[in-house]
């Protein structure tokens, strides 16, 4: 069983290797850069979707089960209109949209990610240590969960400024509602039963990892590689 897994902003494939020794051996995990991120070479930006579906062509290909992680999972969302879709989808800290529409359900609001991204124009590279920050928030250990990332990335991002901003604009613009709604294949949403970045309404719908943020692959690496595995397993049972 052929998993491909897809970090989100900020974030390059490094983060999945806190998994590797805990995949069930029916596992084949790969691990791919989205363009700008690690040797991945940048698009031009600003860009589409559709572009960015023909340079990812190669690497998700439709026998495997897809796994997109925060704005991973968004864009792996959005793909499935341009590209054979794959055997399953598994959305990990991810729902139809990045922001929140209520401030009482929690996540991050448009105003809050507005500021953000003016944050991000005056001084990328702090915003982008900010952010590490704030997503190992709703960790067991926040602090741990910070260092284990910043020890895993570095001091700065593996991605240029201009990738990053194109990021931060389809965090702001992404809507997935009507894909989500008739997907063209099986599709299952995992969440930290406290992630910061998630509407509470988000999280009920998925199968929670109640130990665990937005970043579970940090705190709950074995359980989070046993979940994925049985839900691509029970995914590929679906009737498609």
Known sequence: ?????????????????????????????????????????????????????????????SDA?????????????????????????LLLGAGSRFCSDAESDG???????????????????????????????GEPNAREAHRQLRAQLGETPHADTDTLAQGLMWLETLDNRALLANPPCPIRRLAGAHDPLLPSSTRQQALRLEAAGHCPMLSQPAPLAARLAEQATRALQEPR
């Open 65 to 89: 089960v897809w796994v997109g992680w925060s704005l991973g999972g968004l864009l792996a969302t959005a793909l499935l209109d341009y590209l054979p879709p794959p055997n399953a989808l």
């Open 1 to 61: 069983m052929k998993l491909i897994l897809l970090s989100g902003w900020g974030v390059d494939r490094r983060i999945w290797q806190t998994l590797s020794e805990h995949w069930p051996s029916p596992v084949e995990p790969s691990a791919v850069e989205w363009p700008g991120y690690g040797d991945a070479p940048a698009p031009p930006t600003p860009t589409s979707i559709a572009a960015l579906a023909k340079r990812m062509a190669p690497e998700l290909p």
């Open 107 to 137: 996540g991050v609001r448009s105003d809050e990610l507005a500021s953000f991204k003016h944050a991000f124009h005056r001084d990328p590279v702090a915003t982008w240590r900010h952010f590490l920050r704030w997503q190992a928030q």
